[in-house]
């Protein structure tokens, strides 16, 4: 899953197809998993399936077919969309109230943006630090950066470095690893701090909405995963007073304090495949994507929790494979809104499901070539983001 769209090429997009979006005001209903607090959009009063679905293509971030829209987020009645692909020097953050006429940000943007989130009343970004996102063959590098917005994506404070960058060659070579991250994968808000996740398997948190960060681990042998290859944290989220995270070799881990974090691996993940994003569906339990079309959803925190080396999935149950329709495409993204969920991939491939189990395929705008990375749901509006700086979007409004 690499990277977005192309930086700032003064304009905005109106596109030729007549979607629209409330965006102000009303009380919030995005995804489960998100947010803290209202998120600034009225939600539509009727719950219609996302089935119909439009290709918008934004022209500051599709110079190049390999810029991307690596994620998007929803808040305070806006979306935020960032991307780039560090090889062609692209790197944008950009918003839209409605879905449809995107503009440039404004900021000191140093590379590609990986992620971007939303909590507190504030936008949270990062990017990819300086090592190029091709492993640890890189050289020396500096750790990604911070960026946080008040203003609904408009303007942007940072970057903001966390930790040391890493020295030397291959892992083979003598590289040593910082305490910074390689590339921020993904962002989290919940109980009043934020957890970042990334490569070789450090995390880094800020306990002031973004101001400044504390990488987790000071030491390696600490951290959930060894430094190197197929060794990302990919996503976290924060659930009923517990930190959850999720990433490559089927790694999945929990922690009550922010300080203690117990590894639980989840059997038959090969090293090359990977959970990517993880939710909590509206029955409580939580609904996991991964590599090779795979859908988790895990029922039971207490024995999650409890049995940490024991049965067959460790509390987590594989849906069957006709539940998705994807084939054998990894699943990048889910989202939660307006009463169904949504999964995107690669392959331009999408689907949605109503009760987070079994899922529909819909007719994709986009070509098999075109994989998609980001998703977000605010005000009756699903938008996705992927390669060549496409961005697809469904409106369910009323």
Known sequence: MKGLFKAFAVAAIAAVIGLGITACGGPGGGPINGGGGDNGFVEPSTPRAPEMWHHVHIAFFGVHLDDRVWSIAAGTGSFVAVGGWRPNGTHAVIHSTDGITWTPAAGNFRTELRTVAYGNRRFIAADVG????FGVNAGNYEPA?????????????????????????????????????????????????????????????????GVSWTPMFDNIEDRLLPPGEDSAIRDAIFVDGTWIVVGDRGMTAWSNDFQTWNTVMVPNFSDAQSFQRVIQRRDGALIAVSSNANIYILDDMERFKKDTADSEHQGWRLLPAWSNAFGNADIYNIAYGNGYYVILGSGGNIGYSNDGETFNPVNSPVSAMTALYGLAYGGGMWIGGGRGGALVISNVQD
Not at 130 to 133: E, P, R, S
Not at 186 to 197: E, F, H, S
Request: hydrophobic letters at 40%; aromatic letters at 14%.
């Open 130 to 133: 300086t090592f190029g996102d």
């Open 145 to 209: 950066a911070f960026y946080f917005s008040t203003d609904g994506g408009l303007t942007w404070q940072g970057p903001i470095v966390v930790g040391t960058g890493g020295q030397g060659g291959s892992a083979a070579e003598g590289w040593i690893p910082g305490t910074g991250l390689r590339s921020v994968i993904n962002i989290a808000y919940g109980d009043g701090r934020w957890l970042a996740v990334g490569l070789d398997g450090q995390m880094v948190y800020s306990v002031n909405d």
